[in-house]
Nanobody, 123 residues
Framework: QVQLVESGGGLVQAGGSLRLSCAASGRTASQYNIGWFRQTPGKEREFVAAITWSGISTYYSDSVKGRFAISRDNAKNTVYLQMNSLKAEDTAVYYC????????????????WGQGTQVTVSS
């Protein structure tokens, strides 16, 4: 019902910035709360940021708060993750996620996952 396609990942030096995009498609895609998770080898997927379908409320993990900003353009059905002051520990595969009934902050209740985009931060 909802398809998520991430883009914008790449290689960046520590202290630099990247902007990830998540294009959501499907008839009801704009009604979903959208978020970002990330995963590195040997670690569980961890919550990064989320935004409600209205765009009014945003949520961040402590590790990225103040550095990352999530936003959405409902007219384009696109969610963005602006990542500033990147650190080596931000290196991960970043996944766009969608959840209908609540804010997607818990992996086990996510309804849809994107394919992921690699972000590599060199020190």
């Amino acid at each position: 019902q909802v398809q998520l396609v991430e883009s914008g990942g790449g290689l960046v030096q520590a202290g630099g910035s990247l902007r990830l995009s998540c294009a959501a498609s499907g008839r009801t895609a704009s009604q979903y709360n959208i978020g970002w998770f990330r995963q590195t080898p040997g670690k569980e997927r961890e919550f990064v940021a989320a935004i409600t379908w209205s765009g009014i409320s945003t949520y961040y993990s402590d590790s990225v708060k103040g550095r990352f900003a999530i936003s959405r353009d409902n007219a384009k059905n696109t969610v963005y993750l602006q990542m500033n002051s990147l650190k080596a520990e931000d290196t991960a595969v970043y996944y766009c996620v969608a959840e209908r009934l609540k804010v997607p902050t818990t992996a086990r209740t996510i309804d849809y996952w994107g394919q992921g985009t690699q972000v590599t931060v060199s020190s």
